[in-house]
């Protein structure tokens, strides 16, 4: 395994990669995409270690979303055993990918308990206001309360986002050791910082144009229900496409080893 420096405007590429190959292959994506959401929301129903064990078995599904999205590439199609990839390679690879899922499901479990103090109970108290009134209340975007949730909510996620982007592939495709692989994927986002910063804008981007032609859409047509429940698909498919560009990002910040440069179908 060899950690890649890749130029900047590399991170524009690995969005539109995202958006390009999820048209290649809609049907399959929505629909692996869905299994993935509602398996996991099922999960996280389960009374007292729900979310603990949904959180157990992400990072073994987004390994899934990868590897469906390298068979894309490939000129082949995913089918929904795809999803399961990650838990049979074998009892060690399992035991490693479920490994790093309890690392994930007790860092995110401390972030969540740090958040809860932070915010003194706002949240809950916002989101039955939301429940009762269909909406968010009009004084809640100017509550400083709740800007100061979601600086914390950033300043607390992001260190997981840089150490977990890598991990799951690295653990899968390269046999590193769980731990290891937070280190490397950490360092691999650091290394290319600069890519990966043209790489949240551009998702940015996407996000804010595709938001604008759903109200054009809505004010063409003059329907306030175009853009009331057409936001939420738009958000899921925007996010299917985010899932499926970390492919991109992982192929090109390592380079894969002699005998290895396919993950196994």
Sequence with gaps: ??????????????????????????LAFTGLFFMFMAGLSLLAQIP???????????????????????????????????LLVALRQGPGRTRAILTLGVLLALGMALADGILMWIDGGYMAQLQAAITAQGNIPSDALKDPRLVR?????????????????????????????????LFF????????????????????LIYLVANWALFALAMLFGSADIAKFGLLPMLLLIWAMFCISAWFTYRDCFAQPAGNAEPPA
């Design 1 to 26: 395994m060899k950690l890649n420096i890749v130029p900047a405007r590399v991170g524009i590429q690995w969005a539109f990669c995202g958006v390009r190959t999820f048209f290649k292959q809609p």
């Design 48 to 82: 007292y270690a729900g979310d603990l064990l949904a959180m157990t078995l992400a990072p073994a599904a987004f390994v899934g979303l990868m590897n469906a999205t390298n068979l894309v590439e490939q000129g082949r199609f995913p089918m929904p055993d795809t």
């Design 149 to 181: 949730f979601l600086l914390a909510a950033i300043l607390l996620h992001l260190p997981f986002s840089l150490l977990f982007w890598h991990a799951p592939a690295l653990v899968h495709w390269n046999a590193v050791a769980p731990v290891k692989s």
């Design 185 to 204: 994927s950490s360092l691999a986002v650091l290394k290319n910082a600069r890519a990966f910063a043209l790489y949240a804008l551009s998702w940015l």
